[in-house]
């Protein structure tokens, strides 16, 4: 009986079929086949095994690459980190450098009138107080007469003119301003030095410029109380006499004649300094 063409011939009687021949060992073609399936099965398990390590490198050799000490990292000290030299595109050439300059100060005025020496501006009563008056504020001065002498001692009281001998006056400068009734002599009196002029400040106790009459300005301070004031500004030391030209004498505590003198002393302290500064500014525009 026939299962099928090309199958195996099945007939009774005997194990063996038509046309002869001896009989298939099933039994050994059965364990053949079995151990073929367990080697397949193995090979599975092994190339997965090494499918799986491989991937595991794969991964490990990514991390540790990332993580690798690139020129980005900051991982190194920085004495191992590349030069600029070292690194591909940095420039070689060293950045300019440029050294901080400060500007010298500006001269100093009371520098200028200090000595003798560096006070070279041309000194007159027209230099020292120009024009026909002066304005402070609301109140306005006139100007009188003017004079300038080598001879210190003769144009003030010899309480004062002691102080000047003894302290080398050079010149002394007179203005006079009259406001309201009221008269005012500046005196600037010159000295080679600073030092003199300071010592006359502190040294003077008493005695004043004599009055300068003339150009408006009546006799005043020729009898009667005055006022006096003693000042010093570098070489120059300078003094007021105020009174009035009525001749009533100036008392203490006499706000209008105090006034009028205050007003004038620093007038004075004003011009030594402007002195100063005209100097100092031409020489800071000097070339160097």
Request: proline share 8%; with cysteine; charged share 20%.
């Amino acid at each position: 009986m026939s299962f099928g063409q090309g199958g195996p011939q099945w007939g009774p009687g005997g194990t063996g079929g038509p046309g002869g021949g001896p009989t298939p060992d099933w039994a050994a073609l059965a364990e053949a086949s079995e151990a073929r399936t367990r080697r397949r099965k193995w090979l599975l398990i092994g190339g997965g095994v090494f499918a799986t390590v491989g991937i595991a490198a794969a991964v490990a050799i990514t991390v540790v690459t990332a993580n690798g000490d690139e020129p980005s990292a900051s991982n190194k000290p920085a004495s191992e980190l590349p030069t600029a030299a070292d690194i591909p595109g940095a420039s070689k050439e060293a950045e300019p450098s440029f050294e901080a300059t400060t500007p010298p100060p500006p001269p100093d005025p009371k520098d200028f009138v200090s000595s003798a020496k560096k006070d070279k501006a041309p000194l007159t009563p027209e230099g020292m107080f120009p024009g026909k008056s002066w304005r402070t504020g609301e109140r306005l001065y006139k100007k009188g007469a003017t004079d300038s002498t080598t001879k210190c001692t003769s144009v003030t009281q010899p309480a004062l003119g002691s102080v000047l001998a003894k302290n080398d006056c050079t010149r002394l400068i007179r203005a006079s301003y009259i406001r309201d009734g009221v008269a005012v002599t500046i005196g600037v009196a010159v000295f080679d030095t600073a030092a003199d002029a300071t010592k006359v400040k502190e040294q003077v106790k008493k005695g004043l410029v004599n009055s300068l009459p003339g150009k408006g300005v009546p006799d005043f301070c020729r009898t009667g109380v005055c006022r006096g004031t003693y000042n010093a500004y570098g070489r120059y030391a300078y003094f007021t006499t105020t009174g009035y030209t009525s001749g009533k004498d100036v008392t203490t505590g006499d706000r209008k004649a105090y006034g009028v003198g205050d007003d004038l002393s620093r007038f004075a302290f004003q011009r030594i300094h402007l002195r100063g500064e005209a100097q100092a500014s031409a020489a800071a525009e000097a070339p160097q």
